[in-house]
């Protein structure tokens, strides 16, 4: 069965770095258009970031582009979500999602679009 599992969160203090990662299992990773969500408390899942197949097309949420950055290995099933400047506000759950199909003229941005789905790794930035 298809298994996503991220890792890497934690507490950092604002203007730190984290580096989260999702190692995937029982899928053909190459074909799927990988992306990043969060959900803050009381809030929705929203999207954060967006890698094609290829990982030569990414796409950011406007909150977080110039400090994150998605990248992907294809050679070992993983996805990358490198989060610099971090602000209190980027305090979520974070989850990565694999997409079967990608979106027709844009990109895999809606929740929606997401087969696949892991348990999600918990960010904390205080201030």
């Known amino acids: 069965q298809v298994q996503l599992v991220e890792s890497g969160g934690g507490l950092v203090q604002a203007g730190g770095s984290l580096r989260l990662s999702c190692a995937a299992s029982?899928?053909?990773?190459?074909?799927?258009?990988m992306g990043w969500f969060r959900q803050a408390p009381g809030k929705e899942r929203e999207f954060v970031a967006a890698?094609?197949?290829?990982?030569?097309?990414?796409y950011y949420a406007n909150s977080v582009k110039g400090r994150f950055t998605i990248s992907r290995d294809n050679a070992k099933n993983t996805v990358y979500l490198q989060m610099n400047s971090l602000k209190p506000e980027d305090t979520a759950v974070y989850y990565c999602?694999?997409?079967?199909?990608?979106?027709?003229?844009?990109?895999?941005?809606?929740?929606?679009?997401?087969?696949?789905w892991g348990q999600g790794t918990q960010v904390t930035v205080s201030s």
């Open positions: 999602a694999a997409a079967t199909m990608a979106a027709t003229g844009s990109y895999n941005t809606r929740a929606n679009e997401y087969d696949y």
């Open positions: 029982g899928l053909t990773f190459s074909s799927f258009v």
């Open positions: 890698i094609s197949r290829s990982g030569i097309a990414t």
